[in-house]
């Protein structure tokens, strides 16, 4: 599809380099002729290629995870999911997300790339108006060969000049215009992708956070775990000495005791790894964690309690509030437009070229000028044309190229609608091992009273000889392995929660307002190159060249592009 606008800025290519003709000035008319070209390729420009629009993604109309009836769902979006992390109620987790948004190495990257593109911005606003003008000026020093042809003036001269030239590829089909539209598409795309990375690290740190609460509470219960079935193992000795009991129950206790002590260095490693892993996503070593790591005062240190309920709103909210699928729909915009910049190249390019300046010479023919005559009247020369270039034998290449961009256009397309598909699978899966771990965490914590006072029980009775050691063996067995997975699947509901809130886009709200890149790095690279306001908050409210910049601050929403 082609759309022409009633308006078109003119813009100009590279052409050769024009040497200066002859010293006569341009006359006015040929001047306003030439505006004129100008002022009619302003008016009447189009746009080749098809215009933009969001493709189809197929979404259900509500949850399904709604429709068991089970509590820990919202119908109302909430603003809170910007800060979901803070609904666990935890300090310590709180400040361990805010120092990884100061200090996480991959989010400063992701910075970096927006501010990449921003100037990346400018280079495509830049190529739609003259894209080659310069100054240039010179003296040459030239001798004339006496056995070449005749020469009747001097056989060794100087030449100087001075002067400006320029070359102006007119955007007549909207070839530069679509590669704006591409660029600003392309910014979207990165700042999408920094929306993404503090989607990620918040969930990554609270991920880690819940595992190491965990952690820590199984590597209690186990030691405690151990320590019972040592005091059996030691009540099993005495009634073993006492010829009270066999072998037998002497070797069960101390297999029993074994095993628990060895899953203590598994859960100790699991620990470590944990850390190390936390530490990567705050920029900083493990060892420095420990002291943050310490519960607050009046905190318990046990794992984070998850909220009752998660604002979930509705799946359509996933094409403005992920940001994975903002950056999907913003690479589709982008190929887009490359269609139509592939297209235009069919066209004819119609540029328009021009130099004036001075040029002089001591060279003796039928006059007799100097250097120092430069900017005499009679040294003055200019041209000004205009010029069409139409490839008609390109032997397929350019259409080659816009079936390329096409083919390109509908795999991203296809990206797009798969990334939404897997956002909304996301959700449901999130959502699912939310409410199916707090389902189950009831039924452990059942499960682990009891076995508190089955061991009770089997010991007392064990004591007066009423049952073998069997039965307390196979309580105890049974206790250590009920609490660990009471514990496991307390975190469970909160990892549930955590990926829950991931999937749904949360997080990434909290950049409002902030710059993509820390105050440190941006004065730095100050100081090494000219950025003028590219580095500057208020960016994106501003214009290159007269054009309007795009808002990084809101989410592409449905067809607002």
């Given at each position: 599809?082609?759309?022409?606008?009633?308006?078109?800025?003119?813009?100009?290519?590279?052409?050769?380099?024009?040497?200066?003709?002859?010293?006569?000035?341009?006359?006015?008319?040929?001047?306003?002729?030439?505006?004129?070209?100008?002022?009619?390729?302003?008016?009447?420009?189009?746009?080749?290629?098809?215009?933009?629009?969001?493709?189809?993604?197929?979404?259900?109309?509500?949850?399904?995870?709604r429709q068991d009836g089970l509590a820990g769902w919202s119908g109302e979006d909430s603003p809170g999911n910007a800060r979901w992390w803070e609904a666990f109620n935890d300090a310590t987790l709180t400040a361990l997300v805010e120092a990884a948004h100061r200090q996480n190495l991959s989010l400063r990257v992701a910075g970096l790339r927006v501010i990449q593109a921003r100037a990346a911005r400018g280079i495509a606003v830049g190529q739609f108006f003259p894209q080659t003008q310069e100054a240039f000026g010179g003296v040459d020093a030239n001798q004339v060969s006496a056995n070449g042809a005749p020469n009747s003036g001097d056989r060794s001269y100087y030449t100087d000049s001075l002067g400006i030239q320029a070359a102006w590829e007119l955007d007549f089909w909207g070839k530069f215009r679509r590669g704006i539209e591409a660029a600003d598409a392309e910014l979207l795309l990165t700042v999408a992708d920094y929306d993404a990375v503090l989607v990620t690290l918040a969930s990554d740190v609270a991920t880690s956070y819940i595992l190491i609460r965990s952690l820590d509470e199984r590597l209690r219960v186990a030691r405690a775990n151990a320590d019972l079935q040592s005091e059996t193992l030691e009540l099993t000795l005495a009634r073993f000495r006492a010829g009270a009991v066999s072998e037998l129950d002497v070797s069960t206790a101390r297999a029993t005791l074994a095993n628990t002590q060895a899953f203590i260095p598994e859960l100790e490693d699991s620990l470590r790894q944990v850390k190390l892993s936390?530490?990567?996503?705050?920029?900083r070593?493990?060892?420095?964690?420990?002291?943050?790591?310490?519960?607050?005062?009046?905190?318990?240190?046990?794992?984070?309690?998850?909220?009752?309920?998660?604002?979930?709103?509705?799946?359509?909210?996933?094409?403005?509030?992920?940001?994975?699928?903002?950056?999907?729909?913003?690479?589709?915009?982008?190929?887009?437009?490359?269609?139509?910049?592939?297209?235009?190249?069919?066209?004819?390019?119609?540029?328009?070229?021009?130099?004036?300046?001075?040029?002089?010479?001591?060279?003796?023919?039928?006059?007799?000028?100097?250097?120092?005559?430069?900017?005499?009247?009679?040294?003055?020369?200019?041209?000004?044309?205009?010029?069409?270039?139409?490839?008609?034998?390109?032997?397929?290449?350019?259409?080659?190229?816009?079936?390329?961009?096409?083919?390109?256009?509908?795999?991203?397309?296809?990206?797009?609608?798969?990334?939404?598909?897997?956002?909304a699978s996301d959700v449901e899966s999130g959502l699912s091992s939310f409410l199916r771990s707090r389902e189950r965490a009831e039924y452990l914590s059942e499960a682990v009273a009891a076995s508190v006072r089955s061991v009770e029980l089997s010991l007392i009775q064990y004591r007066a000889g009423a049952v073998d050691f069997i039965r307390v063996n196979d309580a105890q067995t049974v206790l250590s392995q009920q609490q660990d997975g009471l514990i496991v699947s307390?975190?469970?509901?909160?990892?549930?929660?955590?990926?829950?809130?991931?999937?749904?886009?949360?997080?990434?709200?909290?950049?409002?307002?902030?710059?993509?890149?820390?105050?440190?790095?941006?004065?730095?690279?100050?100081?090494?190159?000219?950025?003028?306001?590219?580095?500057?908050?208020?960016?994106?409210?501003?214009s290159d060249l007269g054009f309007s910049r795009p808002d990084e601050e809101t989410p592409v929403s449905g067809d607002d592009q």
């Open positions: 599809m082609r759309s022409c606008l009633s308006k078109t800025r003119a813009k100009v290519g590279p052409t050769r380099r024009h040497a200066m003709g002859s010293p006569r000035p341009l006359g006015r008319t040929a001047a306003v002729r030439a505006l004129g070209v100008v002022a009619a390729m302003h008016a009447g420009g189009c746009m080749v290629g098809p215009d933009y629009q969001r493709p189809e993604a197929a979404l259900n109309q509500a949850w399904e995870a936390l530490g990567v996503l705050l920029g070593t493990p060892s420095s964690l420990d002291e943050e790591l310490r519960p607050a005062p009046g905190a318990s240190g046990a794992v984070p309690q998850a909220p009752p309920m998660i604002a979930a709103g509705i799946p359509a909210d996933l094409l403005r509030r992920r940001p994975d699928v903002r950056a999907a729909e913003r690479l589709a915009a982008a190929q887009s437009a490359r269609i139509g910049q592939a297209t235009a190249d069919l066209l004819p390019s119609i540029s328009i070229a021009g130099a004036t300046g001075f040029t002089s010479s001591t060279y003796e023919g039928g006059r007799r000028p100097d250097l120092g005559n430069i900017f005499d009247a009679d040294s003055f020369a200019g041209f000004i044309g205009l010029q069409v270039n139409w490839p008609i034998l390109n032997y397929g290449r350019i259409k080659g190229n816009v079936r390329v961009q096409d083919a390109r256009y509908e795999q991203a397309v296809a990206s797009y609608q798969e990334t939404v598909l897997r956002a307390q975190a469970s509901i909160a990892l549930g929660a955590v990926r829950t809130y991931r999937a749904l886009g949360g997080g990434w709200q909290v950049r409002a307002g902030r710059e993509f890149i820390d105050d440190e790095t941006s004065e730095r690279m100050r100081r090494r190159t000219d950025w003028g306001d590219v580095l500057g908050p208020d960016w994106p409210h501003g």
